[in-house]
């Protein structure tokens, strides 16, 4: 017996970290992960080619352990390969969009077509399990999942928002290089004193205002992690409708108009390597199927 799986997912950028208060927001960005899965008989031993691409093997081999789990069955070897573009621990959701890709490989390779929320459920589990997220991402794996702008209760797992983002918004990444923030290290009471801003920025978030809500949240963990606020003052004087830290950074992200991308970019250049970007409006692809929202 042998079963196959492919899947493709985005990656994303936050516009407020859940960290805080637990719940979040996050919009889908046009950095692709994709995985292929192989199912055979077995005793249940997974082998995983791409480790260079996620960072470590964790989250891969969670998601299939809590994957199968879920779908009943056993005794089957799984072996698992990702390519991602997305740099690892940086802030840009590497872990989310591998986790996500994996699953659906799994789904594919299963015959199985989840919904949104079972999906959801399964990518937070394994993300918790597997120590790469605090809060388990549910924001980060629904933008993935369902690309967009969503809003999500993380401690509840449960999708608040969901909306598409306009066709003529880019977003602008500067990664600086050689710098990383694994999520097992992050000191997440350096965002406690700021609570109530981090509040106050998903109220926004749940109304829509998705440029005031991401530049609240950047201000307010730039102060906290002691990034300094100049590199979003910077990217808001050349034309960026927004800025902020992405995830546990470094990563700085800019929302901007096409016609202004190049003059945000300069705004960001000394911070790091810079990437212009699409946004994603798509949801996952697995086999020849796409999810259902």
């Not at 990656?11 to 055979?40: D, E, F, H, M, Q």
């Not at 070897?77 to 690892?88: F, G, K, T």
């Not at 629904?142 to 983002?165: K, Q």
Request: charged content about 25%; hydrophobic content about 45%; glycine content about 10%.
């Amino acid at each position: 017996m042998e079963l196959l799986g492919e899947a493709i997912v985005g990656g994303a950028v936050t516009v407020v970290n859940a960290i805080p208060i637990g719940k979040g927001a996050a919009l889908g960005v046009a950095l692709r992960t994709s995985s292929k899965v192989r199912l055979t008989e077995g005793e249940g031993v997974v082998r995983f080619h791409g480790a260079e691409e996620v960072g470590d093997d964790r989250v891969v081999r969670a998601t299939v352990e809590t994957v199968l789990k879920w779908a009943g069955v056993r005794s089957l070897d799984c072996e698992v390969e990702v390519r991602s573009e997305i740099p690892v621990a940086v802030g840009l959701k590497s872990s989310s969009s591998a986790a996500s890709a994996v699953a659906f490989a799994l789904f594919d390779a299963l015959g199985r077509e989840p919904s949104p929320k079972e999906a959801l459920e399964l990518i937070v589990e394994a993300s918790l399990r597997s120590g790469t997220s605090i809060t388990g991402a549910a924001d980060d794996a629904s933008a993935c999942l369902l690309g967009g702008f969503v809003v999500t209760d993380n401690t509840a797992r449960t999708l608040l928002r969901r909306e598409e983002l306009r066709d003529d918004l880019v977003a602008i990444l500067s990664v600086p290089r050689g710098k990383r923030t694994f999520t097992r290290d992050f000191k997440r009471e350096a965002l406690t004193p700021f609570r109530e801003v981090f509040e106050t920025a998903f109220e926004l978030a749940e109304r829509g205002d998705i440029f005031r809500a991401m530049t609240i949240n950047g201000l307010a963990q730039s102060a906290a992690l002691g990034f300094g606020t100049g590199l979003i003052a910077d990217a808001l004087r050349a034309g960026a409708y927004s800025c902020s830290i992405s995830g546990t950074g470094p990563s700085i992200v800019a929302l901007a108009s096409r016609s202004d991308s190049v003059r945000v970019a300069e705004a960001l250049s000394s911070y790091g390597e810079l990437m212009v970007i699409e946004v994603n409006n798509e949801p996952v692809t697995y086999g020849n199927k796409r999810l259902r929202i």
